[in-house]
């Protein structure tokens, strides 16, 4: 059967796209196959974005912040977020909602296989599994397939393990997120805990690190451990859920287009949209899906070509990578840098490329000139 979308891997953006499609009139009519080697399950992942008022997910929102603490070793903010959000969704949540909505539809189908490749063929697009082959006008891809080629040299590892916990006493306060907390040893590189109380009596602490290489098991839980007792000073408490994850933070060229194969959209990591410098994905996700949709719509060709400002976004993001990477400065020192000398609200609008070209020159004329030139320059000319 030839089906009008096949959506390649149910994560974060094949399931937002799947969500965008059912909720318009036209396109929930669609003949959608839904391919992933996993069920989706499981609560694998916890997601933090901002945001401006209500979005599409709003209904499974864990938990919100107004307040965003920063702490580094000399100066400890907190900031009012005014008109932002910072939002938690859990996976198993966003899994659920997603699935249960697309339970009502007869024309979506679901299947659990292994895609081995995908393809163009004879003007459709063709994904191959272990058993089967099937085909479809445009396939929305977020599998791993395209993914170009990462080493040392042009990428490092955002990971961290996160433990949910929860104490005997009421110690967190519910409405304030902490951001980054630079406190810490920064032996293997840029090294930071994440405080995200969800309530009096329980938060998710996660420790993580912008680094080549990840750590053995057992470091993350000492710091974990460290840190809940010497920083927090809470002795008495459970863990409920611990979650563990390596992100790509890449100056290799991810890709929305694949060339030549324009029946196949890359869509998430594989499509770009994790930030190169951040390693936050959710919101661009929803951006992303959100254009798509608007061209499905306009019977277009669903891929959103990037634009001035996208491209803007993705050299400062690669030059603050470069940075890094080639140890002209440390991520603690460009981070405590920004949050010690700018509004909060400036800040989320660089990082969620969504500021004005004034709002840019004021992030990037805090921090030092030479370092940012020299590597800015670089990765113009890559
Ligand atoms: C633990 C964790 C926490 C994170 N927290 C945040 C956060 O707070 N905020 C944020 O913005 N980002 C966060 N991220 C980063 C990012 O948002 C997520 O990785 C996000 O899930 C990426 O979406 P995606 O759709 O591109 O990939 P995924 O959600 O990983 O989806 C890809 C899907 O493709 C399937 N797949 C892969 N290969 C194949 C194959 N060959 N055949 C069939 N199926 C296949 C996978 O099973 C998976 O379901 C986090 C990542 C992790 C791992």
Redesign the pocket.
């Known amino acids: 059967m030839k089906y009008d979308y096949i959506i390649?891997?149910?994560?974060?953006?094949?399931l937002s796209l799947l969500y965008r499609i059912l909720k318009d009139p036209v396109l929930c009519k669609k003949h959608i196959l839904v391919?992933?080697?996993?069920q989706?399950n499981t609560n694998?992942?916890?997601?933090?974005?901002w945001e401006k008022g209500n979005g599409l997910f709003e209904s499974i929102v864990t938990h919100q912040w107004k307040t965003l603490e920063f702490l580094s070793d000399d100066f400890q903010r907190k900031f009012d977020m005014k008109a932002y959000r910072y939002k938690m969704i859990q996976g198993i949540d966003f899994y659920n909602f997603v699935l249960d909505f697309a339970k009502q539809f007869e024309n979506v189908s679901f299947t659990s296989?292994?895609?081995t490749a995908i393809t163009t063929v004879n003007d459709l697009a063709e994904v191959s599994t272990e058993n089967t082959t099937y085909t479809a006008t445009y396939v929305f891809n977020?599998?791993?397939?395209f993914y170009p080629k990462m080493d040392t040299e042009n990428s490092l590892l955002q990971h961290f393990e996160g433990w949910v916990i929860k104490t005997k006493k009421p110690v967190f306060d519910k409405n304030v997120g902490r951001l980054m907390d630079f406190r810490l040893s920064q032996e293997h590189g840029a090294t930071f805990m994440y405080v995200l109380p969800t309530s009096e009596t329980e938060a998710l602490v996660e420790y993580t690190l912008f680094t080549e290489k990840v750590l053995e098991k057992e470091q993350y839980k000492t710091a974990l451990k460290n840190y809940i007792q010497d920083y927090l000073e809470i002795e008495d408490y459970e863990v409920l859920h611990t979650?563990?994850?390596?992100?790509p933070m890449s100056l290799a060229k991810f890709s929305r287009n694949i060339p030549n194969e324009k029946h196949i959209i890359n869509?998430?990591?594989?499509g770009g949209f994790?930030k190169a410098s951040s390693?936050?994905?959710?919101?661009f996700?929803q951006k992303h899906t959100e254009q798509i949709i608007d061209l499905l719509k306009n019977g277009k060709h669903p891929n959103p070509q990037l634009n001035f400002r996208d491209k803007m976004y993705q050299w400062y993001d690669r030059t603050l990578l470069e940075v890094i990477l080639s140890k002209k400065m440390d991520g603690k020192e460009i981070f405590a840098t920004i949050f010690k000398n700018r509004e909060i609200e400036t800040i989320l609008a660089f990082l969620g490329n969504e500021s004005s070209v004034w709002e840019d020159m004021k992030v990037m004329s805090c921090l030092p000139i030479k370092p940012f030139l020299v590597a800015g320059m670089k990765q113009l000319r890559s």
Request: a negative charge.
């Open positions: 390649a891997g149910s994560g974060c953006a094949g391919i992933d080697k996993e989706k694998d992942r916890t997601w933090c974005f296989e292994n895609i977020s599998t791993s397939l979650e563990f994850g390596i992100i869509l998430g990591t594989a994790t390693g936050y994905t959710f919101q996700v």
